[in-house]
T-cell receptor, first 107, second 112 residues
Framework: KNEVEQSPQNLTAQEGEFITINCSYS?????LHWLQQHPGGGIVSLFM???GKKKHGRLIATINIQEKHSSLHITASHPRDSAVYICAALGGNQFYFGTGTSLTVIP | NAGVTQTPKFRVLKTGQSMTLLCAQD?????MYWYRQDPGMGLRLIHYSVGEGTTAKGEVPDGYNVSRLKKQNFLLGLESAAPSQTSVYFC???????????FGPGTRLTVL
């Protein structure tokens, strides 16, 4: 069993739609990381959060420590948002990574 | 700033050969990490370092060795490559353990 589970695994959306990607974890954590992996393979950090909510442009990340759950929202989605989104939970001394959600936004 | 760089970008090895992957960062970060990424699996931590001269094992350390002789460099070595080590390797660095990690562009390694 993976310590971090993401859903959905694959997601296709029309441009402009509101998108939600979910991340549930089973370990006790001190922080959770959302990453974006571009089709070319590069990985970029989107958010690191340990409580509440963070917003950056059209991206919003929330975390509920009691429920061991985090969500990544994308408002007004755009084809350039097409990527794999990965959540990683920091438990103890290491990160536990989900297998990613592959998002395709169609024009 | 170059951020995090990795060399080489691609490499093909034969079983039993050795090689070293180099990760360099110019952000004065204390923490550095080596991950591998395989199809259908998430990133998995191989080894990490919390500062110059220190290293620690991650989730999948077998078959790899690391060194952090200088703060800005983190080397990953394969002493005797095996086909199971075919993967994409990512290096990352961060200021602190719970801080944003910055990733290198990756090294695609194929072991025949």
């Amino acid at each position: 069993k993976n310590e971090v589970e993401q859903s959905p695994q694959n997601l296709t959306a029309q441009e402009g739609e509101f998108i939600t990607i979910n991340c549930s974890y089973s370990v006790g954590i001190s922080a959770l990381h959302w990453l974006q992996q571009h089709p070319g393979g590069g990985i970029v950090s989107l958010f690191m959060l340990s409580s509440g909510k963070k917003k950056h442009g059209r991206l919003i990340a929330t975390i509920n420590i009691q429920e061991k759950h985090s969500s990544l929202h994308i408002t007004a989605s755009h084809p350039r948002d097409s990527a794999v989104y990965i959540c990683a939970a920091l438990g103890g001394n290491q990160f536990y990574f989900g297998t990613g959600t592959s998002l395709t936004v169609i024009p | 700033n170059a951020g995090v760089t990795q060399t080489p970008k691609f490499r093909v090895l034969k079983t039993g050969q050795s090689m070293t992957l180099l990760c360099a960062q110019d952000m004065n970060h204390e923490y550095m990490y080596w991950y591998r990424q395989d199809p259908g699996m998430g990133l998995r931590l191989i080894h990490y370092s919390v500062g110059e001269g220190t290293t620690a094992k991650g989730e999948v350390p077998d078959g790899y060795n690391v060194s952090r002789l200088k703060k800005q460099n983190f080397l990953l070595g394969l002493e005797s490559a095996a086909p199971s080590q075919t993967s994409v390797y990512f290096c990352a660095s961060s200021y602190g353990q719970a801080d944003t990690q910055y990733f290198g562009p990756g090294t695609r390694l194929t072991v025949l």
